[in-house]
């Protein structure tokens, strides 16, 4: 069986100082560039083919889906010189950054977020690459009842809310055109978060309510549809950081009140609302920053 550390078995040890920005790329969709002339972080079994290699690459697994050992169950950082010493170094400072983003995320955060996060603690210049941080949270028809995708493990709306802070406080060290969504039309008069209930305590009503599901679902799009309605009070959703936590599910619990992930015709409503949302919080975020 074929390591993942022997992809590239002949570069130098961790050497960021060739003066080329470090190249993150994940699993999603998207263009990438056709010569990675630096290094490079890739995600678990992510493979490249590219004309020429990259000066170094950085893989980054998680280690509950790989036959790597790890100490911390969270990340093995593997480095392409296969030096085991450098890689259990880095594989510390991985989880060292994860810890303090799981504190401001409530959550424990992707590899990507972690792997730019490092970057620029690091001083180093960064590009991404097919890393949006904006999955669907829409469920397939053919799902089973209990099942439910990594990605609604994570809170992807926190982490953006994160990425365009630091995106927007060293615009000149981050190049991701990808994690830039359309730009939401508002008002010519200046708007200011709506006073009314938050939408915390509009989904937290939901969630406690006894009524049928099909009524849940009907009360769910009349909430989704009033909001998006009100660019004040979209705006006040996309500060409300309490909120964040109805948008993804807890790890390792057998119940969680978000029903509206595990049902395919609630999710489809929210998975709606989200993609307006992540438009306003961008707003908040980055261009009103």
């Given amino acids: 069986m074929t390591s993942l550390t022997d992809e590239f078995h002949d570069t130098e040890v961790l050497d960021f100082d060739n003066g080329e920005p470090v190249i993150i790329i994940g699993n999603g969709e998207g263009a990438l560039p056709d010569v990675i002339p630096g290094s490079c972080i890739l995600f678990n079994q992510r493979r490249l083919k590219l004309r020429k290699r990259p000066h170094q690459i950085l893989r980054v697994l998680n280690s509950r889906t790989t036959f790597f050992d790890s100490e911390d169950d969270d990340y093995v950082v593997s480095l392409s010189s296969g030096e085991k010493g450098e890689s259990r170094s880095l594989s510390i400072e991985f989880h060292t950054v994860a810890i303090d983003l799981s504190e401001q995320l409530y959550c424990w955060p992707s590899c990507g977020l972690v792997a730019l996060f490092w970057a620029v603690g690091r001083g180093l210049d960064v590009s991404c690459y097919q890393m949006e941080l904006s999955p669907t949270l829409s469920r397939d028809v053919g799902w089973p009842a209990g099942y439910a995708p990594p990605t609604v493990f994570h809170n992807y709306l926190g982490e953006r809310r ?48 006894n009524a049928p599901v099909t009524s849940r679902r009907k009360q769910l799009g009349q909430l989704v549809s009033q909001l998006i309605m009100d660019p004040s009070m979209m705006l006040a959703a996309a500060s409300d950081i309490e909120a964040e936590k109805f948008f993804y599910l807890p790890r390792n619990v057998r119940h969680t009140d978000n029903w509206w992930l595990y049902d395919y015709e609630a999710s489809l409503i929210i998975d709606s609302f989200v993609t307006v949302l992540r438009q306003y919080q961008q707003v908040i975020y980055l261009v009103g920053s």
């Fill in 162 to 209: 994160l990425a365009l802070t630091q995106l927007s406080t060293t615009p000149t060290r981050i190049t991701w055109p990808g994690i830039l969504l359309p730009e939401v039309r508002l008002p010519l008069i200046r708007l200011e978060p709506s006073a009314s209930s938050s939408l915390s305590d509009e989904l937290r009503r939901l969630q406690d309510s």
